[in-house]
């Protein structure tokens, strides 16, 4: 992925498989932008483990713990370095305002389809660009498909979008994607396409060649 121009890196990680890997990771790629991604695997029992996570340089933790542990985030972000980004614990504006509130983060993460579209969205950028909590454009299936791919990258086009999207190329996940133009990668970036409104068309002929 490095070759193909892609500027950060995201591990997942779980309790033993951790501190090793991010060590053989920075032995060989010292200074490459990297974050990962625990999907609540760590509980505040774990915090002197993950205060050693702040060895390594992190961009940031992603869901360290349990989805509605916004307190012990809190508690957890108070004694790390490494800045916590909100992934699971994120579907509506009122978590954002309660992470924001309880200092429950210093980073949030975006999924177009989790947080119910781009209306709330662009409700969830505009809060925490206010509160001064940069945001990431965090993808998933369901921003892995053409459409949900276009509309992820215009969001993220957004001035409060500080960290490289998750959405990548087309190439990444399908043979022929059903959008035109496809989303093509070229030295890290994506550009976007300037017609109305994302830019993409449905590319009808493709699904036409896998119907039974």
Request: glycine residues 6%.
């Amino acid at each position: 992925m490095l070759d193909e121009g892609y500027q950060r890196i995201k591990l997942k990680i779980k309790p033993n498989q951790d501190l090793h890997i991010l060590e053989k990771v920075r032995e060989h790629f010292p200074d490459t932008p990297l974050m990962v991604d625990a999907n609540a695997a760590y509980t505040l029992k774990d915090i002197e483990h993950l205060k050693q996570l702040d060895q390594y340089n992190l961009m940031m933790i992603e869901q360290p713990l349990a989805h509605d542990d916004l307190i012990d985030h809190a508690e957890l972000q108070a004694q790390i370095h490494t800045p916590i980004c909100l992934d699971e614990s994120i579907n509506t504006l009122a978590d954002v305002k309660a992470a924001i509130a309880l200092k429950s983060c210093k980073v949030i993460s975006i999924k177009l389809a989790k947080v119910g579209g781009i209306t709330n969205a662009i409700a969830i950028h505009d809060y925490c660009e206010h509160h001064h909590i940069p945001v990431w454009c965090g993808g998933g299936m369901l921003e892995a498909g053409g459409v949900g791919r276009a509309q992820s990258l215009a969001l993220a086009t957004l001035p409060n979008f500080q960290f490289p999207a998750d959405p990548g190329a087309s190439n990444r996940y399908w043979h022929k994607d059903i959008i035109t133009p496809e989303v093509e990668v070229h030295d890290g970036y994506v550009t976007l396409p300037d017609q109305p409104g994302i830019g993409y068309e449905l590319n009808l002929s493709a699904p036409q060649k896998v119907l039974i």
